[in-house]
């Protein structure tokens, strides 16, 4: 670490948030109270097919309480849900 660079002494998770595509409209938001910071979620009724979950946080801090800074980041996680059980088996003539 170079001495001209100074970590902030301030510095905490805004929010965390997931969005899912088979669930129109809606935004889950959590608040962590402190970090690390962990949360489960039960995800049940998922349709077939392709389907994503984005996953979005913002965390604050601020240098010498004078100048404050927002970091964001996000990811996105692609799935399939498939259910068929019925394997198909080609005919050769």
Do not use: C
């Not at 399939?80 to 394997?87: A, G, K, R, V, W």
């Amino acid at each position: 670490m170079l001495a001209s660079q100074k970590l902030p002494q301030r510095l905490a998770f805004f929010y965390v948030n997931y969005l899912t595509d088979w669930q129109h409209g809606n935004e889950h938001f959590f608040y962590p109270d402190s970090a690390p910071f962990m949360n489960k979620v039960n995800l049940t009724g998922i349709p077939e097919g392709r389907h994503s979950i984005t996953f979005e946080a913002n965390q604050r801090g601020a240098y010498n309480n004078t100048h404050p800074f927002s970091i964001d980041g996000s990811a996105t996680i692609y799935f399939t849900i498939d259910t068929n059980q019925e394997t198909t088996i080609p005919e050769f003539s």
